[in-house]
């Protein structure tokens, strides 16, 4: 399995305070905070629904192990030779992926030990982005059975509001009139976000097929 930690937080939202009251033609009188937590509540929905960083923040990636082959997801009967597929890759789950810190591993005494950069390149233009292993080399071997490796890069679309996609800020301020249009709703009702939000923030998605031990789908955890 796999997790994702937030080593560094984003220093902005994606929607400034004042535009989202004059969206919702809210008065001064209304407390800033309330405002605040419907930003933050509307950017973790659509970064979850997305599996996008918003606004740049360093994320670390921890795996628990490495499978070098690939078992690729067959349909129909295959008449042909059993072929085995070598993995040379690890996908890192939040995108978009700017650089790669470092990569670091653990054996089963706790040592740490740092993965030679010139072992592998960090391939951000591909997403999701991956480590891909350079000619020769292989991927460290005798990791402890928990977060053997951990992956520590900068991930986001920049670091200034104006940087996040205009259709994603678009989505993130109908979420937020969904949400205070409904404050208060009996916590017993359903009530569905316009299909307009996820036709926003669909194009943006990262979309994967197949799963592995490191080829993660991401959940949630980059807020």
Same mark, same amino acid.
Do not use: C
């Given at each position: ?82 072929? %085995? ?8 789950? /939040?995108?978009? $992926? @700017?650089? +790669?810190?470092?990569?670091? *591993? ?47 890069? %900068? ?8 940087? /996040?996609?205009? $259709? @994603?800020? +678009?989505?993130?301020?109908? *979420? ?48």
């Amino acid at each position: 399995m796999s997790g994702i930690t937030v080593v560094t937080k984003p220093a902005d939202e994606p929607l400034g305070l004042t535009e989202v009251k004059d969206f919702l033609r809210l008065d001064d009188q209304i407390d800033d905070s309330f405002v605040r937590a419907f930003i933050i509540a509307a950017r973790e929905f659509a970064e979850n629904y997305t599996g996008k960083a918003f606004i740049t923040r360093t994320v670390k990636f921890s795996i628990d192990g490495i499978s070098e082959v690939d078992s690729g997801l067959w349909e129909g009967m295959k008449t042909g030779p059993y072929m %085995t597929y070598y993995n040379d890759y690890i996908e890192l789950p /939040v995108a978009p $992926a @700017i650089a +790669v810190s470092s990569i670091v *591993y653990y054996d089963d005494a706790d040592t740490q030990s740092t993965w030679a950069s010139s072992a592998y390149y960090a391939d951000t233009v591909r997403e999701p982005a991956r480590i891909v292993l350079r000619d020769g080399q292989s991927f460290p071997t005798n990791l402890r059975k928990a977060n053997g490796m951990e992956i520590t890069y %900068t991930a986001g679309y920049g670091s200034n509001p104006t940087d /996040v996609p205009e $259709a @994603i800020r +678009v989505a993130m301020l109908q *979420y937020i009139v969904h949400m205070y249009e409904h404050r208060g709703d009996d916590e017993g009702k359903a009530v569905e976000f316009p299909p307009l939000i996820r036709s926003l923030l669909q194009p943006y998605k990262t979309m994967r097929y197949g799963d592995s031990p490191y080829m993660a789908t991401y959940k949630s955890g980059i807020a």
